[in-house]
């Protein structure tokens, strides 16, 4: 075992049922990625076709094995095991690995269940359908797959919490990780609201933080109460002064008409001015980037952001959400931290 790689000698499989909903399988997947990343041998079981996108595919299987075993062949040599509901019916808890992790939509007493359901409607179940968009049009779903692969990387943290813990040998223990349960805590903020009377919903080009035209594509406004005074400062727009915006109250009061007046101003400058004007008011402006102008941002370069996938450099995706340090480089992070 070594710092990089601590679960080398790790046999992990990844077994999902060919009847569970897609999200389960991007989500093992993401699992088994990080896994496999970090020094173990992750085996998929051969599924059924999906039909996923070869990038997701490509960025899902670096690193691991496709098996064609029976589930008992596979299960039978491995010491951790992704699996869903339906496989661990079949298998009982005592045809599973030592640890494993069972996926599911809902979770509780329906993580087991068969109901028709996917990631589009567990999203909806936790409110995130609520959160953007205008309220006149059909709900926005999040892009790509960040629902699954967000329980995916909660899956791996039960796991990592399982084969650290200091349990007597061969007691097996059971990560149970569900996709509404980690959506809802994605959307931790709308619990409490629960006891309103009228829920919040989507307020469209009322919204107090927009995405904006600007000169050369797109900017996202954000600003918090004490970054007023800078946003007018960057902005040099003299309408920006007027009474009816002094307060946060009178703001949100006239927030169409706030909203038309900076993206005016946004108009007249491309998105690396706004950038500029950002970084020299410490203001969270947000310009919306292509993906190629993504990879090619200096910052995103210096953090390594962006990774090779396969032997083709050309072909690269955002690097895994997590690093394994030695003490050697968590040492020098904590004094850099502590430097800055």
């Known amino acids: 075992m070594t710092a990089r790689r601590p679960y080398a000698g790790l046999t992990v499989a990844?077994?999902?049922s060919d009847a569970a909903d897609d999200a389960l399988v991007l989500a093992a997947g993401m699992t088994g990625r990080i896994l496999a990343d970090l020094g173990a041998e992750v085996i998929c079981r051969q599924g059924r076709e999906r039909g996923f996108d070869d990038s997701?595919?490509?960025?899902?299987?670096?690193g691991k094995?496709?098996?064609?075993?029976?589930v008992g062949e596979l299960l039978a040599r491995a010491g951790v095991a992704l699996v869903d509901g339906a496989v661990l019916l079949e298998r009982g808890r005592a045809g599973l690995p030592t640890v494993t992790a069972v996926l599911s939509l809902f979770g509780g007493a329906l993580a087991e269940c068969d109901r028709p359901a996917s990631a589009f409607t567990a999203a909806a179940s936790a409110g995130l359908l609520a959160m953007v968009g205008d309220p006149q049009r059909e709900p926005l779903r999040l892009g790509g797959h960040q629902e699954a692969f967000a329980l995916g990387l909660c899956a791996?943290?039960?796991?990592?919490a399982a084969l650290a813990s200091a349990r007597p040998k061969g007691v097996p223990v059971t990560i149970r990780a569900s996709l509404l349960e980690t959506l809802v805590w994605l959307n931790w903020k709308a619990v409490p609201l629960e006891g309103y009377d009228v829920l919040p919903g989507r307020t469209g080009a009322a919204a107090e933080w927009q995405v904006l035209r600007c000169?050369?594509?797109y900017a996202v406004l954000v600003y918090q109460e004490p970054d007023w005074p800078r946003l007018k400062a960057a902005l040099a727009e003299p309408a920006l002064g007027e009474p009816r915006f002094s307060t946060r109250a009178s703001r949100l009061a006239?927030?169409?008409?706030?909203?038309?007046?900076?993206?005016?101003?946004f108009l007249t400058?491309?998105?690396r001015e706004i950038h500029g004007l950002a970084r020299q008011h410490r203001l969270p402006l947000g310009p919306v980037w292509s993906p190629t102008e993504a990879f090619d941002e200096p910052h995103n370069q210096a953090r390594g952001l962006f990774e090779p996938l396969g032997v083709d450099p050309g072909v690269q995706a955002p690097r895994l959400p997590l690093a394994w340090l030695d003490q050697a480089a968590a040492r020098q992070a904590e004094i850099t931290v502590g430097a800055a």
């Open 14 to 16: 990844e077994v999902i």
């Open 56 to 62: 997701t595919e490509l960025f899902l299987s670096r």
């Open 65 to 70: 094995t496709r098996s064609n075993e029976s």
């Open 156 to 160: 791996y943290g039960g796991v990592a």
């Open 215 to 217: 000169a050369d594509g």
């Open 254 to 265: 006239y927030l169409v008409e706030l909203a038309a007046i900076i993206e005016r101003r």
């Open 269 to 271: 400058l491309t998105r």
